[in-house]
């Protein structure tokens, strides 16, 4: 995924 | 992190104890859809696994933990320990109806087609469809116990905070994540009906009963 910010998330 | 998704994640670490506590202080599952547990396996297993390729935060790292060692101690709380208060009768949703449209979906609408991402992808639409066989074991009995309402309507809030955390990252960051967005809207407003029972019921004493 290029944008990780989602990733930080649970 | 923003005040909604602390509290999104707070409002979901105490579902699971509410659960918890629910089963052990009652040593019984009755009223609790192990279906829709094992769905939240599934859930945490699949959207998890970047685990063990990619550190973001000890937060974050001891949270995803958490979540996946307390859905199997009450998948072994329900299936092993208190099996024999299991309900398993009303428990009759078929969860390979949620299972494959599901994984379907994140092969056909993801961000990139790589093992990780699809998995995460399916996680996501899973989790936003997992309650479903925990509502209908509600409907199908008429009536929940107060510490399962709790439950809930802890777990309903999680991501309905997620939502407005994602409201506040799009102006504050410019961030938004389409796939998320969506399946976490669909995921708030099954519970919308719930909400209105607790609110009107639960929260005035009385025992979440559905009309008849």
Request: glycine share 4%; hydrophobic share 50%; net charge neutral.
């Amino acid at each position: 995924k290029e944008d990780e910010g989602s990733k930080d998330e649970l | 992190m923003n005040i909604f998704r602390l509290a999104g994640d707070l409002s979901h670490l105490l579902a699971i104890i509410l659960l918890l506590i629910k089963i052990w202080k009652t040593r019984s599952c009755a009223g609790i859809s192990g279906k829709s547990q094992i769905l939240f396996a599934v859930v945490y297993v699949s959207r998890y696994l970047d685990l063990v390729t990619t550190f973001i935060s000890l937060y974050n790292t001891l949270m995803k933990l958490v979540f996946i060692t307390s859905s199997f101690a009450t998948l072994y709380l329900m299936y092993v320990k208190f099996k024999a208060t299991y309900d398993h009768n009303h428990d009759s949703f078929r969860i390979e109806f949620l299972l494959l449209p599901c994984f379907v979906l994140a092969l056909l609408i993801n961000a990139s087609f790589t093992p990780l991402e699809v998995l995460w992808t399916f996680s996501i639409y899973l989790e936003a469809v997992a309650i479903l066989p925990q509502l209908f074991l509600v409907s199908k009995t008429g009536e929940a116990e107060s510490i399962t309402s709790h439950y809930l309507f802890a777990l309903g809030s999680y991501r309905a905070l997620y939502l407005l955390n994602w409201i506040y990252r799009y102006y504050a960051e410019g961030h938004y994540d389409l796939i998320a967005i969506f399946a976490g809207a669909i995921q708030t407003i099954l519970y919308c009906d719930f909400f209105y029972l607790y609110i009107t019921k639960v929260l005035k004493g009385k025992k979440l009963q559905l009309p008849a």
